[in-house]
T-cell receptor, first 115, second 117 residues
Framework: ETGVTQTPRHLVMGMTNKKSLKCEQH?????MYWYKQSAKKPLELMFV???????ENNSVPSRFSPECPNSSHLFLHLHTLQPEDSALYLC??????????????FGPGTRLTVL | AQKITQTQPGMFVQEKEAVTLDCTYD???????LFWYKQPSSGEMIFLIY??????QNATEGRYSLNFQKARKSANLVISASQLGDSAMYFC??????????????FGGGTRVLVKP
């Protein structure tokens, strides 16, 4: 595996379900990110982790719960979602948060549909 | 606050021709970076090119070049010799190094490019 991988690629869930999105980066990076891409809206940054510590949380509802057990893995735990949460969820990683090595590399995304 | 504007929602380009995608930005931060990403229908955001605000020369990366006009606050992407595989959404993004914590990227709304054979 190379780059940034995400599983599953597609997910359909009911509003009462609990599911998790997984992201894994094989680039040796220290920072990881979750983004949400809704139809006709710019990408929205949700969470930022650096060396497994959360450094940014952009007013995301608590029904989205991130977890970063190590610098290679990032999860997004989902529970009691709403239909408006249907979107493409993209994971990204970068070497660091700044200093010229901050280019973010993205995974293929998980397309989530909430019924 | 940072803002990115891409005024072209969609455009057609003939195969083998060049195409310019517009991007204007707004920030009061003197230190920033500008990025272009390509998103095919598969969904993955592919990094194309980067320009730093203090870079003296325009960035180039293969068939991609960035026309950076700092005074106009524009960072247009030029794709030369378009190929059918260039059909995708293209996003301009910015990182303001002093104002935006956590390496936050601000994205534009994107431009959809369709290359015609």
């Amino acid at each position: 595996e190379t780059g940034v991988t995400q599983t599953p690629r597609h997910l359909v869930m009911g509003m009462t379900n609990k599911k998790s999105l997984k992201c894994e980066q094989h680039l040796g990076h220290n920072a990881m990110y979750w983004y949400k891409q809704s139809a006709k809206k710019p990408l929205e940054l949700m969470f930022v982790y650096s060396l497994e510590e959360r450094v940014e949380n952009n007013s995301v509802p608590s029904r989205f719960s991130p977890e970063c057990p190590n610098s290679s893995h990032l999860f997004l735990h989902l529970h009691t979602l709403q239909p408006e949460d249907s979107a493409l969820y993209l994971c990204a990683s970068s070497q660091d948060l700044a200093g010229g090595t901050d280019t973010q590399y993205f995974g293929p995304g998980t397309r989530l549909t909430v019924l | 606050a940072q803002k990115i504007t891409q005024t072209q929602p969609g455009m057609f380009v003939q195969e083998k021709e060049a195409v310019t995608l517009d991007c204007t930005y707004d920030t009061s931060d003197p230190s920033y970076g500008l990025f272009w990403y390509k998103q095919p229908s598969s969904g993955e955001m592919i990094f194309l090119i980067y320009q730093g605000s203090y870079d003296q020369q325009n960035a180039t990366e293969g068939r991609y070049s960035l026309n950076f006009q700092k005074a106009r606050k524009s960072a247009n992407l030029v794709i030369s010799a378009s190929q059918l595989g260039d059909s995708a959404m293209y996003f301009c993004a910015m990182r303001a190094y002093l104002e935006a914590a956590g390496n936050k990227l601000t994205f534009g709304g994107g431009t959809r490019v369709l290359v015609k054979p």
